[in-house]
């Protein structure tokens, strides 16, 4: 059994910053591919950010510049630091795993977490 578990949203100004982590629970071997998702007030998901388990990343269009997305595997989390917040930045952050690889032999495909929600607002 593995969870993914997001924390840090909250309310932020505009221009603020904000960090996000996703931790993964469980006798967790490896994790592959992560990414950060979120899912604006109306509108379809998106991809935020995404990163190899060597620490290769990639971003959406619209967060390049402002935001970056780091993991550690040794605790099995992922960080998403955002800055230069923008009200269009408001929405339900998801976090995402493609493969997770338990000690036993088990493996786990397309692993969400459940979401935390992240205000920009004056």
């Known amino acids: 059994q593995v969870q993914l578990m997001e924390s840090g949203g909250t309310l932020v100004q505009p221009g603020g910053s904000l960090t996000l982590s996703c931790t993964a629970s469980g006798r967790i071997f490896a994790i592959s591919d992560m990414a950060w998702y979120r899912q604006p007030p109306g509108k379809e998901r998106e991809l935020v950010a995404g990163?190899?388990?060597?620490?290769?990343?990639n971003y959406g269009d619209s967060v390049k510049g402002r935001f970056t997305v780091s993991r550690d595997n040794s605790k099995n989390t992922m960080y998403l630091q955002m800055s230069s917040l923008k009200p269009e930045d408001t929405a339900v952050y998801y976090c995402?795993?493609?493969?997770?690889?338990?000690?036993?032999?088990?493996?786990?495909?397309?692993?969400w977490g459940q979401g935390t929600q992240v205000t920009v607002s004056s």
């Open positions: 990163i190899t388990s060597a620490g290769n990343a």
């Open positions: 995402y795993a493609d493969r997770i690889y338990l000690y036993s032999g088990r493996q786990y495909r397309d692993n």
